[in-house]
């Protein structure tokens, strides 16, 4: 699937993250500040089924210092494309500082 991945544009903003804090990029292309502990079952919740990893091609046109996490099975639900990621990510997506998920 992440063969097919077109070549992402870099976001209007690439200061918009703070290293250090954690995002969650809604569907609908808003973005909130994510300030849960982190824990597999919180950002489980956070995105709305088991967790995958965003290819790094698609997540560090965000941010270098984060991790992007996606509903794994999020195409078999009724989620929309995400605005704010485009790129084929449907639903929400959790983007977490590297060291967290270490």
Do not use: R
């Amino acid at each position: 699937m992440w063969d097919k991945v077109i070549e992402p544009k870099v976001t209007e903003e690439p200061n918009e993250f703070d290293k250090n804090k954690s995002y969650l990029l809604k569907q609908d292309g808003t973005v909130e500040v994510w300030e849960k502990e982190h824990s597999l079952k919180n950002w489980q919740k956070a995105v709305g089924g088991y967790v995958e990893c965003v290819p790094s091609q698609i997540a560090d046109t965000f941010s270098k210092h984060h991790v992007m996490l996606v509903d794994e099975e999020g195409l078999w639900k009724p989620y929309k494309i995400n605005k704010k990621i485009k790129n084929g990510i449907v639903g929400d997506a959790l983007l977490i500082p590297g060291e967290s998920f270490e």
